[in-house]
């Protein structure tokens, strides 16, 4: 499917023409070029939707925290001038960032994969455009996969805007498996996993975990193109902006490979529901469409035939279950003598 991507979505630059798909060199942020040994250089994958201020101060922690050889891809979902006019200033700015400008949305796995596409770099990066990256942690990030070559994703270590607790981690992953086969997916957050600061012990313990967010996740190139990339919409199927890291995650495994948590590689996650616009533009028109949303979740549940949707957050308990037709809250036991032998956390 991703070989294929060249043909489904267009690859436009500013002025409206084809970005050109076959460049055989690539510049790092100090203007040493790469290729066609692309080894050494990574490529960030941001995806821009709005939240212009957002996104340049995302780019601008890159700059600033990263040692490591990269370039920046950003593909944007068709935002407003006022958008454009910010992603096109950094784009003038850092010669090594490059953007994709699409005149709308091609979904979060959609642009994911075009940025992937149109990237150089034997790691490819994909991050959330409210993220502010700290000091090293690509280094981090790239070391843990180079641990074991079955190591496909390595995943960040999450913090709120206080820097201090965390926001996301390994412990908080969750699927119920048997016989191979995973029939719950989700988060759990409750009790011990609640509220954790960055240096706790849960948090810095690493290793390999059922799945990882997509937030700030690192992927190697060469597992993900010989998976096809994001399931992004095709023929009618597919993901457009939900759920797409649990099925990137269950898909890498599903061939062999392995999904690992680096608790070195840390990240602040601008992100509150609570404290934002639902109305705005970038979840009215981009993130919130209920709609797809749902659509998106019966494609995957159904995919992997899933029963439980798990969502155990400190405040409340969302997890669901499945039977096919609609999701209905459940209250499920994890400590029950039926599950507990089923949990598949961080190793």
Same mark, same amino acid.
């Given at each position: 499917?991703?070989?294929?991507?060249?043909?489904?979505?267009?690859?436009?630059?500013?002025?409206?023409?084809?970005?050109?798909?076959?460049?055989?060199?690539?510049?790092?942020?100090?203007? =040493?070029?790469?290729?066609?040994?692309?080894?050494?250089?990574?490529?960030?994958?941001?995806?821009?939707?709005?939240?212009?201020?957002?996104? &340049?101060?995302?780019?601008?922690?890159?700059?600033?925290?990263?040692?490591?050889?990269?370039?920046?891809?950003?593909?944007?979902?068709?935002?407003?001038?006022?958008?454009?006019?910010?992603?096109?200033?950094?784009?003038?700015?850092?010669?090594?960032?490059?953007?994709?400008? =699409?005149?709308?949305?091609?979904? #979060?796995?959609? /642009?994911?994969?075009?940025?992937?596409?149109?990237? /150089?770099?034997?790691?490819?990066?994909?991050?959330?455009?409210?993220?502010?990256?700290?000091?090293?942690?690509?280094?981090?990030?790239?070391?843990?996969?180079?641990?074991?070559?079955?190591?496909?994703?390595?995943?960040?270590?999450?913090?709120? #805007? =206080?820097?201090?607790?965390?926001?996301?981690?390994?412990?908080?992953?969750?699927?119920?498996?048997?016989?191979?086969?995973?029939?719950?997916?989700?988060?759990?957050?409750?009790?011990?996993?609640?509220?954790?600061?960055?240096?706790?012990?849960?948090?810095?313990?690493?290793?390999?975990?059922?799945?990882?967010?997509?937030?700030?996740?690192?992927? #190697?190139?060469?597992?993900?193109?010989?998976?096809?990339?994001?399931?992004?919409? &095709?023929?009618?199927?597919?993901?457009?902006?939900?759920?797409?890291?649990?099925?990137?995650?269950?898909?890498?495994?599903?061939?062999?490979?392995?999904?690992?948590?680096?608790?070195?590689?840390?990240?602040?996650?601008?992100?509150?529901?609570?404290?934002?616009?639902?109305?705005?533009?970038?979840?009215?028109?981009?993130?919130?469409?209920?709609?797809?949303?749902?659509?998106?979740?019966?494609?995957?549940?159904?995919?992997?035939?899933?029963?439980?949707?798990?969502?155990?957050?400190?405040?409340?308990? =969302?997890?669901?279950?499945?039977?096919?037709?609609?999701?209905?809250?459940?209250?499920?036991?994890?400590?029950?003598? #039926?599950?507990?032998?089923?949990?598949?956390?961080?190793?």
């Amino acid at each position: 499917m991703l070989q294929a991507i060249a043909r489904r979505y267009p690859f436009l630059d500013r002025a409206g023409k084809p970005l050109n798909l076959g460049r055989q060199k690539a510049v790092d942020q100090f203007g =040493n070029e790469h290729g066609p040994d692309y080894s050494a250089l990574a490529s960030i994958v941001i995806i821009s939707a709005e939240r212009g201020p957002d996104t &340049a101060r995302c780019v601008d922690s890159i700059y600033a925290n990263t040692p490591e050889p990269f370039e920046i891809i950003l593909s944007d979902a068709g935002s407003s001038k006022e958008t454009i006019d910010t992603i096109a200033a950094l784009e003038d700015h850092y010669k090594n960032l490059h953007v994709i400008y =699409n005149k709308e949305s091609t979904g #979060t796995t959609g /642009q994911r994969n075009q940025g992937a596409y149109y990237a /150089q770099g034997a790691y490819l990066i994909f991050m959330d455009n409210d993220v502010l990256v700290l000091s090293n942690w690509l280094g981090h990030l790239q070391r843990t996969a180079e641990l074991h070559k079955e190591i496909a994703m390595v995943g960040t270590k999450l913090l709120q #805007t =206080n820097a201090e607790t965390v926001y996301y981690c390994g412990c908080h992953t969750i699927t119920l498996e048997k016989e191979g086969k995973v029939y719950g997916i989700g988060l759990n957050k409750e009790g011990p996993m609640a509220n954790l600061k960055k240096a706790d012990m849960l948090v810095m313990q690493g290793g390999e975990v059922p799945w990882y967010t997509t937030t700030a996740l690192l992927v #190697t190139r060469q597992a993900f193109f010989a998976i096809g990339g994001f399931d992004d919409i &095709a023929d009618g199927k597919g993901i457009f902006i939900a759920n797409e890291d649990k099925d990137l995650s269950l898909t890498i495994r599903k061939n062999g490979y392995k999904i690992y948590y680096c608790p070195d590689a840390e990240a602040i996650h601008n992100h509150d529901y609570s404290k934002v616009d639902r109305k705005d533009a970038y979840h009215s028109k981009y993130r919130l469409r209920m709609e797809q949303i749902e659509k998106d979740t019966r494609y995957f549940l159904n995919k992997w035939e899933i029963t439980y949707m798990i969502e155990k957050l400190p405040h409340e308990d =969302n997890t669901s279950i499945w039977d096919g037709e609609k999701l209905t809250r459940v209250a499920l036991d994890l400590d029950a003598d #039926t599950i507990k032998k089923d949990i598949v956390t961080l190793k």
